[in-house]
């Protein structure tokens, strides 16, 4: 087999395709190599003395675990002095971080969540790093929250690095999807799935059904129907699978179909959902169109929600096509 590393791959996108451009390449490059490192970090485990906790809380009240630091430091790190940023956002960071001025200086904008799936770090189960890439309105100055506030829509690139078995990291540039997996030994992202397609049909699905209580009527009506099996009127068994990590479970998606739901429920109507719609949904919505399925947040697509605010939470449905437009459906009845 020809190998191809992802500095090829993007080479041949920006010559040969004329999808991308210099800058966003070397951008992605960048992001690519924080990863890296990142996967090196999550690898040495208690031996590099990564696990466990701080006491300090995010932005979300969530109490931090010394790896998501980390890893937002190495983000923030690598991409300051690229040259090809003008700010970033983070799960991590209340507020956006813009290039200090000591540093050149580009036209993007970078939001990521340094580790997803924080409750596995310790546990030794696949955890991640999701990121969004939009271009930086024309004519902004200074950077501010406004200029982050985009729908989905306009991202020109998203991913997902995996810390699992093998370390993986998925890619689209608004082309379909690709896939890479990082050669330990040489260091490097080799393309091993190229156009990613999720299939329409599945029988798998994902959701955290300890919230069962507190779900609303669609919700109910779907995960009821799925439950029944054969006795109801699916007339047919679904499996279901919940690893957690939201990168982890788009990911079996991605390759084998199924439906992820982080739906909103009855409790705190201040937090619609768990996830965080600018550097979770955004990106995920966008690998999952791009691979052929469809992203809802039960009524619209997320692609096309307008953000309100930097760390705005969003209901999620995404994955196999037909389980997505169906629950949706429930949701509109
Ligand atoms: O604790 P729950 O309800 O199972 O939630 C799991 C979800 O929370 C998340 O871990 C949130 O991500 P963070 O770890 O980045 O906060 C998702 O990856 C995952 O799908
Ligand atoms: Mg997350
Ligand atoms: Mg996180």
Redesign the pocket.
């Known amino acids: 087999m020809k190998r191809i590393s992802l500095t090829q791959y993007l080479v041949e996108e920006q010559r040969l395709h004329h999808s991308i451009p210099a800058e966003l390449r070397l951008l992605i490059e960048v992001v690519g190599r924080a990863c890296k490192t990142i996967s090196h970090s999550v690898g040495k485990g208690a031996l590099g003395e990564v696990l466990g906790a701080l006491e300090s809380e995010n932005v979300?009240g969530?109490v931090q675990k010394k790896l998501d630091v980390i890893s937002n430091e190495i983000l923030l790190e690598a991409n300051e002095w690229g040259g090809h940023l003008a700010a970033m956002a983070s799960?991590e960071m209340e507020d956006i971080h813009p290039i200090p001025n000591r540093y050149p200086k580009g036209e993007y904008l970078l939001v990521f969540?340094p580790?997803?799936?924080?409750?596995n770090i310790d546990v030794n189960v696949s955890i991640g790093t999701i990121f969004s890439v939009l271009k930086a309105p024309e004519g902004m100055v200074e950077p501010t929250e406004k200029d982050f506030l985009q729908p989905g829509a306009k991202q020109v690139a998203a991913g997902y690095a995996v810390y699992g078995p093998q370390t993986l990291l998925v890619l689209t540039t608004g082309n379909g999807v690709n896939c890479f997996t990082l050669d330990r030994e040489m260091g490097s992202w080799v393309l091993t799935q190229r156009n990613m397609q999720i299939p329409a049909k599945t029988k798998e699905f994902a959701i955290?059904a300890s919230?069962q209580r507190h779900w609303h009527a669609p919700v109910q009506r779907y995960i009821g129907e799925l439950l029944a099996g054969t006795t109801g009127p699916r007339g047919t068994d679904f499996n279901m699978r919940?690893i957690?990590?939201?990168?982890a479970?788009v990911h079996r998606i991605l390759n084998r179909g199924g439906i992820f739901m982080?739906p909103a429920d009855l409790r705190d109507p201040s937090k619609p959902g768990?996830?965080r719609l600018m550097y979770?949904a955004n990106p995920m919505a966008f690998i999952v169109e791009q691979a052929g399925g469809m992203a809802t947040d039960g009524k619209r697509r997320i692609l096309d929600i307008q953000p309100e605010k930097l760390h705005q939470r969003v209901p999620v449905f995404l994955g196999s096509r037909d389980e997505v437009a169906l629950v949706t459906s429930y949701h509109q009845e």
């Open positions: 979300q969530e799960e969540d580790l997803d799936g924080s409750s955290n919230n919940w957690a990590s939201m990168v479970d982080y768990r996830l979770e």
